[in-house]
């Protein structure tokens, strides 16, 4: 069983900057496919970005358009933690962020389906 713990949500004015961590338990963690979600009220959840292990220790990065070039997701694999951070926040970046994982290499890192375990969420708020 892996719990996540995600943190650093909070209001924020537009064009200002969060970092969102997410601590994992378990202890293949270096392995895990990790992913950050959004809902925003009244809308289904949605993939923002999600950082994957593959073949020969790389890492490699995805990103959902609405946020590319503008978050950036990392994990330390020693701290067991993946972070969010994000730049030029709008508006419309409102939303609960809920951190994924996957024991596995998923294919399809942006469907919610495939992942396994969830965090509670963090509550992130850009004002205009």
């Known amino acids: 069983q892996v719990q996540l713990v995600e943190s650093g949500g909070r209001l924020v004015q537009a064009g200002g900057s969060l970092r969102l961590s997410c601590a994992a338990s378990g202890r293949t963690f270096s392995s895990y496919t990790m992913g950050w979600f959004r809902q925003a009220p009244g809308k289904e959840r949605e993939f923002v970005a999600a950082?994957?292990?593959?073949?020969?220790?790389?890492?490699?990065?995805y990103y959902a358009d609405s946020v590319k070039g503008r978050f950036t997701i990392s994990r330390d694999n020693a701290k067991n933690t993946v972070y969010l951070q994000m730049n030029s926040l709008k508006p419309e970046d409102t939303a609960v962020y809920y951190c994924?994982?996957?024991?596995?290499?998923?294919?399809?890192?942006?469907?919610?389906?495939?992942?396994?375990?969830w965090g509670q969420g963090t509550q992130v708020t850009v004002s205009s």
């Open positions: 994924a994982a996957s024991e596995n290499i998923i294919s399809v890192v942006a469907t919610p389906q495939k992942y396994d375990y």
């Open positions: 950082i994957r292990w593959s073949i020969g220790n790389a890492y490699y990065t």
